[in-house]
């Protein structure tokens, strides 16, 4: 006892955080004790009043906490912070505490055992963080990082169909960022990528590369595009290095096999059987070969650099382009460039993108080029009240067609107007008023119950109704859910289109199937039915 008393009077002088600042301290190996009231009972000190324990990196402050010194600590409803994480634990008993839940930024934890060691260790972690739900066995706090071991994580809201693995994984909370040597897990394979990154905080951009569908003229598309092949290093989902292995108007006599290699913004891709080729590209350097153009259009030899430069909202692209094609062929000195300016002013926002292309044909007959363009959009938005107008345009000032189909840029208009209140919305747009006018009405209700209803006018080679619903998106908490879209169009006495969209989501994934079939086009519109089969992450 005499023991004790020597340490509660030399305590307050240990440290000089919150803990220091109570009436009775008691320093102990694993921290500084503290309250504004102390009793005994028996053998057992008991601290009561703004009670905690504080060492460098840990601070946890409960209601009582009592204090053996072979059997350690003993509180419960406890609070306060540990190497950075704000914490709440049920109990503490000796030096172990339990039910722990933790917090730091946006990222959120728990955690079955955390055993008040140097740093301390967390056994059974659970982590939610905005991309990735990650359990560990065991995750040892720093401030700076937190070392996590037999780590598992997944983009899944159910299941773990799609899975990371890490038997030691070095995490920093502050950027979210992970990394160890991983495996990725689709299904039940297992995919070795050696060293490679994660951010808990950013969702992992996968996309399927898979491709299956089929066009109105009864071709398929079938194969791989952009399948990665991932690098020492790499960010989950943010492979450069690519593969494609595609097999293009299949089952017609266009039929082609097209094998590229793209890593970043260079890359080289072969295309066998119709309009047989090859085309490379460098930065902005591209080159491409066809010995035997499909059509007139088309260069059997082009080269051409291209360098974007961006300042603020301006964007110039200068072109030098050489090009042989069945009707032309020379040197292409050329300028598109943009301008974006926008302002937002309370519930107002305006938007104004001039743009312009101009193009020479140096040591040649054809005559220069332009393009005019402009887009301004006006927008008001004030609770439940949605007002936008939308125009954009182009014109062809030299009234010249150039002799390359590279840089022609088509005239045309487009007028949109659009007004919602709440879940009700309409729409009117229009194109192409002195050519091919198609005028589109279309009104939309939405309803989080029962899903999104469209009927549209449509007036362009013909008058044209058409019907359309949507479901409502599934929650991301329903592991298992069907969702359906159907359209439909009536027009000239009879059934002008029918299409479904129907997409199947599990725990990890949606798979979506999309039909439709059009009996009568609008204007350039091909008729006819197209497939095609789509895989995403949910």
């Known amino acids: 006892m005499r023991r004790w008393v020597w340490l509660l009077v030399l305590g307050g002088w240990a440290l000089a955080g919150p803990c220091a600042q109570r009436p009775y301290t008691l320093e102990t190996e694993d921290g ?18 703004r009670a905690c324990l504080e060492r460098e990196g840990l601070l946890l402050e409960a209601p009582v906490i009592r204090y053996q010194e072979e059997g350690g600590f003993q509180a419960l409803d406890l609070k306060g912070e540990a190497e950075g994480w704000r914490l709440w634990a049920e109990r503490l008993e000796g030096k172990v505490l339990e039910g722990v839940r933790l917090e730091r930024g946006r990222l959120k934890a728990k955690a079955q055992r955390v055993l008040l060691e140097r740093p301390p260790v967390g056994q059974g972690v659970l982590l939610e963080s905005p991309a990735y739900r990650v359990r560990a066995e065991e995750a040892r706090f720093r401030r700076e990082e937190a070392r996590l071991t037999g780590f598992l994580a997944t983009p899944c809201p159910c299941g ?21 040597e991983a495996s990725l897990g689709l299904w039940g394979l297992e995919v070795p990528l050696g060293e490679a990154r994660a951010n808990a905080n950013r969702r992992p951009p996968l996309e ?10 009864g071709g398929w598309t079938l194969g791989l595009r952009g399948f990665p092949l991932p690098k020492t290093g790499e960010e989950i989902g943010r492979w450069e290095r690519r593969f494609t292995l595609l097999g293009q108007g299949l089952g017609t006599e266009e039929a082609a096999l097209v094998l590229g290699l793209r890593e970043g913004a260079r890359g080289v891709e072969f295309q066998l059987g119709y309009a047989a080729g090859v085309r490379a590209f460098w930065d902005d350097l591209y080159l491409a070969a066809t010995p035997t153009p499909p059509d007139q259009d088309t260069p059997s030899l082009e080269a051409r650099y291209r360098p974007t430069f961006r300042l603020e909202g301006l964007t110039l692209s200068p072109f030098l382009r050489y090009a042989e094609t069945k009707k032309a062929q020379g040197l292409t ?11 937002r002013e309370g519930p107002f926002a305006f938007g104004l993108t001039p743009s312009f292309l101009l193009a020479v044909y140096p040591g040649t007959a054809y005559d220069p080029y332009a393009a005019l363009g402009v887009r301004a959009e006006g927008e008001y938005r004030e609770k439940d009240l949605f007002l936008r107008a939308l125009y954009a345009g182009r014109l062809e000032p030299l009234g ?20 919602g209140y709440g879940p009700i919305a309409l729409a009117y747009a229009l194109e192409n008023p002195l050519g091919n006018r198609l005028d589109r009405l279309e009104g939309r209700l939405e309803d989080p119950a029962l899903g999104s209803f469209r009927l549209a006018w449509v007036r362009g080679s013909y008058e044209e109704v058409r019907l359309g619903y949507a479901m409502p998106l599934p929650d991301r908490a329903c592991c298992q859910a069907l969702w359906l879209s159907p359209e439909v169009g009536f027009g000239d006495g009879g059934l002008s289109r029918y299409g479904l969209t129907l997409r199947l989501y599990d725990g990890c994934f949606a798979y979506e199937l999309r039909a439709q079939n059009v009996l009568k086009g609008q204007y350039d519109e091909t008729p006819g039915l197209s497939l095609s089969f789509g895989l995403g992450l949910r």
């Open 400 to 419: 010249y067609t150039p002799p390359f189909t590279y840089e022609n840029r088509d005239e045309f208009q487009r007028l949109l107007l659009e007004a």
């Open 160 to 180: 773990e169909d799609l899975r990371l693995s890490m038997p030691e994984a070095r995490f920093d909370p502050a950027t979210g960022e992970l990394l160890g």
């Open 32 to 49: 500084l004790l503290g309250g504004e009231n102390l009793s005994y009972d028996g053998e057992v000190l008991v601290f009561e009043g």
């Open 208 to 217: 399927s590369p898979l491709v299956l569908g089929s066009s109105p003229d």
């Open 333 to 343: 000195l050329g300028l598109e460039g943009s301008y974006a300016l926008r302002h």
